[in-house]
């Protein structure tokens, strides 16, 4: 026996056109796999006569949005218009009126995500978010179901296709940053202004709502610390290729399991060329996750694009519809605020570069430095730029806080002429 | 209010212990996020006496799994004792008995899954087994929920962690086969008689159950096409190498959107070096789905082993948990059998390499024979291995039966001294 399902569809840009087409592709199909016939009843658009690649019939499109989250006959309300407001009000309406919400939306459940989640419950429906975080890839329901039960240690992702975009091509074609840039913004994988993707403010977002669901403590986008590409070199990246690594920029969620903290960053990072995330190439994302059970695992594609991102958006609408006829719904729980340990109090290796000058007793006056804040180099690597020398070391463990200090005393050397880039170096 | 689910756990070997011993750890951490206590209440074993790596209070361990699959206080079923029989006696009796079924077991799944699968659903029960492929990677519950929705295309994977150990070897350090399985045996990553891993029954098993769950179709061990690695040679690996490919044994299923027709083969692959599947390496495992909206997609982590297999349970047991709680259960739907295109049906890139006499006119009639057949040669190369010269061909898309035949004629060829392995390539 069918189940027919009307569906709501806040905005038709990329996201929401792709899906509509997908559903009609797929309507059968799916009827014939679950007993569900999904309907694209009601599409909310600001402007009803803007140019789209889609078709619908007529009657379907209406410039209000909040008719469409209030219209008894919709079964299922699916936002893909992005930001906070007027996503949230409309959200938290459509929950209110008891119907199940599909969201792409990674800015507002970054910062309002817990809150959501909770009315979601409260309201006895489904909010699932699938396409939210790494476009098509389905980490969080992994993340929410499968790995339910795991105690998850850490969480590290490539989730920025712009940024690893960039960096595969500084990798593979040694090309300068801003070449690189330029490149992703001709091919359209990054905007006229990639400040939000460039700095890391966008895999900030997703590293919140991985670490929040994956950890089960509310963490949110103020919550992480970040630092962008801008100023990754051509000469960082060379020097990571010879040593055996990779650079990218990971989005890294930790839970401490003895102190029950949190600590939720964004960086470039040396990864060894032999790890998985190593080989994630292009502005394909990936999220790998530690458990102490499962070991490691890693969940590989499409980070963003319409049509990776509809399928995501699908696969949970089939579930909010199912769930529905079921009369159930999944839950995340509750979430309390998550205890943030501080960026100074994290650990990690580091690599760190100078160039300094090439007379007796600087190598013993730097590695002072290092001693007196107890930072243990694990590497170091001289070579020679006439007339000075360029000093490359990479630590074992120390404390970011510690790290910093050695840092700032290396610059206030004279033997120092310059201090490059500090990256952070993760274990093969 | 926490709701208590007791389990009945049908065998103890490595898997067993590690759930129990995993669920000892984190029952407190699952009641507090999803309500449900777990409690391991019964476990069968053959041998009440055996050493165990798990401390069990008096009363849990029973010889008799028919009692705990009829016990009326036994709310759900772990079945991790393997083989065909008592497995699908003592699962039916589950199901009907109105228990859910978690099941780590390929081989039963593989030759009766769909058979079970309805059994299930007719019990209006659930029947799990997110363990039985791929050890701890959530690759069934994607297939099963998140791509429900989805046009697959094609899923290829390296599903037997014990061929990837040697191929690894092989490949990296230059070992021929009988080394690096001597290797694998001596770590325990390979049995004393290793049929089933290194000729790929085993991979087979779990690609028939991912064809299934993948295109919606019965598709049954007995249907697989497969070729082990066992006559891979070192000097197949250094050609590949030296071509930029590596070679790996993949499980292929492919459904013809046109036909409805399903393909499932296991055989050594010639897989491009940029492509996510070359990176998996030693005992790891890794599932790649290619979606029409979705891409590419790729699930990667351990295979098998106590510990990640039990964490695939354990999600599994949360899951038939909370949907029992919640009076409802997942639903694969009905599996009509499968049209299956006979292996000399398919097509793919091939690799065949053959020493030959160097003398004039040899490459003339070699290539001869490729064209009568309507086989197209892509790249070629010769090398002298005095006296004789060594060819090697890569093949445009070509049909199984064409190449066969075009390796028939080879042989017979004068010229043609021996006709080397013919391996598959996957496009980048």
């Known amino acids: 026996m069918t189940r027919q399902i009307r569906l709501g569809v806040l905005g038709c840009g990329n996201v929401g056109a792709a899906l509509i ?35 619908l019939p ?104 712009t940024t690893n975009f960039i960096l ?18 001709a091919l359209g994988f990054a905007e006229r202004d990639p400040t939000a993707d460039v700095e890391g403010f966008d895999a900030g977002a997703k590293a919140a709502i991985i670490a929040t669901i994956a950890f089960g403590s509310k963490v949110v986008a103020g919550d992480v610390y970040h630092e962008g590409i801008s100023r990754v070199s051509s000469h960082d990246i060379a020097m990571a290729t010879r040593l055996g690594y990779v650079v990218k920029l990971l989005g890294i969620a930790e839970a401490d399991a003895a102190t029950g903290e949190v600590a939720v960053r964004v960086h470039p990072t040396l990864v060894p060329k032999t790890h998985p995330l190593a080989s994630v190439r292009e502005s394909y994302n990936a999220v790998f996750v530690e458990g102490r059970a499962v070991g490691s695992l890693m969940f590989y594609g499409r980070g963003a694009g319409g049509s990776p991102t509809a399928s995501a958006v699908l696969g949970d609408v089939i579930d909010a519809a199912l769930n529905l006829t079921n009369g159930t719904h999944g839950s995340l729980g509750t979430f309390t605020r998550a205890k943030i340990r501080p960026i100074d109090e994290t650990s990690a290796e580091y690599l760190l570069s100078m160039e300094v000058a090439d007379r007796p007793g600087v190598l013993h006056a730097v590695t002072g430095v290092f001693a007196r804040h107890d930072v243990s180099i694990r590497a170091a690597e001289q070579e020679g730029i006439n007339p000075d020398a360029r000093l490359v070391f990479i630590t074992h463990t120390a404390r970011e806080a510690a790290m910093q200090a050695t840092v700032r005393e290396l610059r206030s050397l004279p033997e120092v002429r310059s201090v490059g880039s500090l990256l952070r170096v993760i274990g093969g």
């Open 21 to 55: 087409e997908l559903i009609g592709a797929q309507a059968d199909a799916i009827e014939a796999r679950t007993g569900v016939r999904l309907e694209v009843a009601r599409v909310a658009v600001r402007n009803l006569s803007a140019p789209r690649d889609v078709a």
């Open 168 to 185: 595969t091509k500084m990798t593979e074609q040694g090309t300068d940053y801003a070449v690189a840039l330029a490149e992703a913004q």
């Open 58 to 161: 007529d009657g379907v499109l209406t410039r209000d949005a909040h008719e469409v989250v209030a219209d008894p006959t919709i079964d299922v309300v699916v936002e893909v218009i992005g930001g906070i407001e007027p996503a949230r009000e409309l959200i938290t309406a459509a929950l209110g009126n008891g119907k199940p919400v599909i969201t792409a939306n990674k800015e507002l459940l970054a910062n309002v995500g817990a809150e959501l989640y909770a009315a979601a419950d409260e309201a006895g429906v489904d909010l699932l978010f699938e396409a939210a975080v790494a476009g098509g890839i389905p980490v969080i329901r992994a993340l929410r179901e499968s790995l339910r039960g795991e105690p998850i240690s850490r969480v590290m992702g490539i989730i920025n296709g």
